[in-house]
């Protein structure tokens, strides 16, 4: 059973994770611009100041009596792994679920409903999958959801690399389908499995530093993906020989996307390297 305790708010902790986790995510979001990219002192100042605020966070958490969010939570071996294996998976998913509307609606010029309408089944297929998911963990462990599962992030990353602008709408609703149900097999089981080697003090710590990595890699995944798409747009422009035409313009997009995907596969093949080494943790003894 965990003990509850009534901790002082740490407002240095505080402080130092929103210029962390902030100055990180500013850094990305902002190197896909126009004037500059990851050259700009906006993108590096901030990456710096992100990741030395980080760095003292850290080093605060690990000093302090009553950590915000205690780090000792990584010394469980597949704690750690879990959360790195989380982090990929969760750049590849919101990348594809911001890439993919972009592709829709500005190269094949679809309406946002439509392209709504395109993005539905996939979403509504992984969270009818996720208690499917839960009973098939209990019963074959982790090994046997996330090794597949990271094949299928593989095998579903190389195909967005292939899609075009002419690409039939039911091809890309069915690849979207296959990539929730490989996130599915992942995610849930992965977390799950983390968490259960944690003693029960670190419960509530694991849990937060999980949820806290879930949206901090969203948000970086998103900008990070963005940015490697607006690099290869820009650079298909450049070699084009009418580069204001507005057919050159979508096909500019379509070769930027296919960069970001590209590199996407290349975080699907790093997760499945992780995922060789999960084993099923078992909760530690009180």
């Known amino acids: 059973m965990t003990e509850v305790t009534k901790p002082k708010v740490d407002v240095l902790s505080v402080v130092l994770s929103t210029l962390g986790f902030g100055g990180i995510v500013f850094g990305f979001s902002n190197a896909g611009e126009e004037h500059g990219g990851w050259s700009s002192p906006q993108v590096y100042l901030s990456l710096i100041v992100g990741s030395a605020a980080l760095l003292l966070f850290i080093w605060r958490q690990l000093k302090s009596k009553s950590p915000m969010l205690d780090m000792r939570a990584f010394k469980s071996p597949m704690f750690t792994l879990s959360t790195v294996l989380i982090i990929i998976v969760m750049m590849a998913l919101f990348s594809t679920m911001m890439l993919l509307p972009i592709l829709l609606q500005q190269g094949m010029m679809m309406t946002a409903f439509a392209a709504g309408l395109v993005m539905l089944p996939g979403g509504a297929l992984n969270g009818l999958l996720s208690p499917v998911t839960g009973k098939l963990f209990d ?83 998103v900008a990070f993906f963005i940015s490697i798409m607006s690099a290869g747009t820009k650079d298909y422009l450049a070699g084009s020989s009418d580069p204001t035409s507005p057919a050159e313009a979508a096909n500019a997009l379509n070769a930027g996307i296919h960069t970001s995907f590209f590199v996407g596969l290349i975080f699907a093949v790093a997760a499945f390297v992780l995922a060789l080494f999960i084993r099923r943790a078992k909760a530690p003894q009180p």
Do not use: D, E
């Open 139 to 221: 019963r074959f462990g982790p090994r046997a959801l996330v090794i597949p599962g990271t094949i299928v992030l593989i095998v579903v990353m190389w195909l967005f690399t292939r899609i075009t602008l002419t690409t039939p709408t039911s091809t890309i609703i069915l690849l979207h389908c296959l990539m929730s149900v490989g996130l599915s097999m992942i995610m849930m089981p992965a977390q799950t499995n983390g968490l259960n080697q944690l003693p029960p003090k670190y419960y509530p710590h694991g849990t937060a530093i999980l949820n806290t990595l879930q949206q901090v890699s969203g948000a970086i995944g």
